[in-house]
């Protein structure tokens, strides 16, 4: 159950500012002649308006003794009424309250609570279960579509027991969806899951539960390993049932809660819809941290392979300047006045003492430009 602070229906306050009485409750001159036009004396105007101006304020009506003093006084007062502002005795159960309530849901366009009302909030209430699972945010909704309505508002006590037997109703209904859909197999799976372990040993259901070490290169085969076999109870235990996400996690949540011992005290519908949809967010939840492993080793596969690769052009600008250098001595040579002798003379005397090595610095820096060319 919610409580009511918690919700949108709205309440009075008590500690009232001059401020705020003024802004909400000082009657217009509108609907001073509206008071005045359905009623008979002073004090009979000051209740009318009262009761007027707290439903505007709240969208429900309040009896005469749960009205702050300070409002009734505030009325009165911007009445011009110089007198203590009484409501007759037994006003709360008269004909006379009957009529003004009449009048007052006439004057603001509100349908007084009936059956239609009623249908209102069971409709809107089975529609937010679907899609919520916090009464408070089920009662906000009824409330959101009776205003909408235009329906005078019935008791909170009222909204917050339809939201929680719309929330229940809702719930069933996606309980039997789930277990309507289990094959006597996949039962017979789910019982060897929820057996008892012998003495020393963990349950199969607390293996499912069990939120498995962040997998790291060493360990990646054991988590492989755990992965693989609850991709195998997934694969067994999959159904279709399309549950909205809010349900979904609100069954997984609750079965992950569940120890052993809860969960085969369960009526079977329940456990084995919970068993069901935990698996399968488990074997989900592994596989997510499997890919996540293997995309941070990729990408230190990449940083390390970039660091490398910027380390080998630092290394080799010192190489390639040489080469370079080398080159241009050896076409310098080349290209000198003389016969093939004398030029080839030139060349060898500025050819370093090693020319493998030339060979070798070329022949390793081409196949690094091939490498990342086709990269």
Not at 112 to 132: D, H, V
């Amino acid at each position: 159950m919610a409580a009511i602070h918690e919700t949108a229906y709205p309440r009075l306050k008590f500690d009232l500012s001059q401020e705020e009485l003024i802004k909400f409750y000082t009657p217009f001159v509108k609907e001073q002649q509206f008071a005045k036009r359905h009623t008979k004396g002073m004090n009979g105007r000051v209740c009318f308006l009262v009761l007027l101006k707290t439903f505007q304020r709240l969208g429900y009506f309040l009896m005469w003794k749960d009205i702050p003093p300070i409002i009734v006084n505030h009325i009165a007062s911007a009445l011009g009424c110089l007198f203590k502002v009484q409501a007759p005795e037994g006003y709360d159960e008269s004909g006379t309250r009957s009529r003004h309530l009449q009048h007052i849901r006439r004057y603001f366009g509100v349908k007084p609570i009936s059956e239609a009302t009623f249908a209102c909030l069971k409709e809107a209430a089975w529609q937010a279960a679907q899609t919520k699972e916090k009464i408070q945010d089920i009662v906000n909704v009824m409330i959101e579509e009776l205003i909408r309505g235009r329906f005078e508002l019935p008791g909170f006590s009222t909204l917050d027991r339809e939201a929680f037997q719309a929330r229940f109703r809702f719930n069933e209904h996606c309980l039997e969806k789930v277990y309507d859909s289990l094959s006597n197999e996949q039962m017979v799976k789910i019982d060897e899951l929820l057996s008892s372990p012998k003495a020393g040993e963990d349950s199969l259901w607390q293996r499912v539960k069990t939120e498995p070490v962040k997998p790291t290169a060493t360990k990646v085969k054991a988590y492989a390993a755990y992965v693989s076999w609850l991709m195998e109870w997934k694969k067994t235990l999959t159904v279709k049932t399309n549950l909205p996400m809010v349900k979904y996690d609100q069954f997984c949540d609750e079965a992950y809660a569940a120890d052993l011992f809860q969960i085969q005290q369960l009526m079977p519908k329940r456990r084995y819809t919970y068993a069901a949809l935990l698996v399968e967010r488990q074997a989900g939840k592994a596989l997510d941290s499997l890919a996540q492993m293997f995309v941070r080793h990729v990408l230190k596969l990449h940083n390390s392979g970039k660091q490398a690769l910027e380390n080998y052009h630092v290394q080799q600008r010192g190489n390639v300047e040489t080469l370079v250098e080398q080159l241009l001595h050896i076409t310098q040579a080349y290209k000198m006045q003389g016969n093939l002798q004398e030029r080839f003379a030139a060349i060898e005397k500025v050819m370093p003492d090693e020319p493998q090595a030339i060979i070798d610095d070329c022949t390793k820096h081409l196949v690094v430009c091939q490498v990342l060319n086709a990269g």
